[in-house]
Structure formats: C-alpha cells, structure tokens
C-alpha cells in the first residue's frame, strides 16, 4: 500500500505494517491507523506516520533504550484493546519531542503506547508513577559523544 508523509514523501508498506490506534492519540482522536517508520539508518528513533494525514507524525523510541528500569501499569482495558491476555510481548513506545537543539530531545514517560505486534492494534496509556514527566531527557547531560538520531 501507498502512503505519503511530509517527512519522507511517498513510500510503499504493506498492510500488515499498518498499527492502529482505535482510540488516537490523545489530542488526536480522529487519526487511527498508523506505519511506524524508519527515519534514519541505525537510529533508535522511527516515525508513527498518521495515515490520514501525511503532516501528521510522531517520533517514537522504546523507553528502555535510555530508561532501562522504566515501568508501566498495563490494565486490564488496556489489554482489552491491543487484544492481549498478557502484557508480555507488548511493544512500549513513547513519543519524542525534538526541540531546536537535538541534545535537549525528551520523551513522555507518563502517555506510552503499547503495542501489540500481534495485532498490530496499540493504545496510549496513561501512566501515572509521579516518577515520570511528559518531558523525560533521553540524553544525560554528561553524554558528550554524537549521538545519530
């Protein structure tokens, strides 16, 4: 299937890449299916392309790459929607805000996605550990070598 993204222009997926959100994003509850994409080679970061409108992208990154004690409550609802008995197997994604200077980028540690590679069916949950912000660094202030995001 043909998509388009103001990123990357036209790109060929298949279906089976398609991840769809029955519920959005929150702040964007009208888009729904999803190709998450890579955006650069050996980067850890992708891009959540909206289907429904090419301008509308997220950058995504598995929170363990740079949190690896993070933690997650996943409820049964939630569960209920990827269409999982078990939180095992999940994908975690969080989305990535990338301000002027890409050294300061953070993530939102308290609104992951789960993913269920399975189905291919994810939600945004809400996360509520006061020991996570929406704008968790991913780099630590001491990282002085280049990273390629």
Known sequence: MKISSARLGDLEISEQD????PDGIIGFPGYT???ELHFLEGSPLRLL????????AFFVIDPFL????????I???????????TPEGLRILTIVTIPEDPYEMTANLQGPLI??????????VVNHDKDYTTKHRILS??????VAI
Do not use: G, H, M
């Open 33 to 35: 299916n999803f190709a």
């Open 49 to 56: 392309q909206s289907l429904e409108a090419r301008d509308l």
């Open 66 to 73: 740079f949190k690896p004690d993070y933690r997650i409550n």
């Open 75 to 85: 409820s049964t609802a939630d569960l209920a929607v990827v269409k999982s008995e």
């Open 141 to 146: 202030s001491s990282q002085t070598e280049p």
């Open 115 to 124: 993913v269920n590679p399975a189905t291919q069916l994810s939600t945004q």
């Open 18 to 21: 398609v991840i769809v959100i």
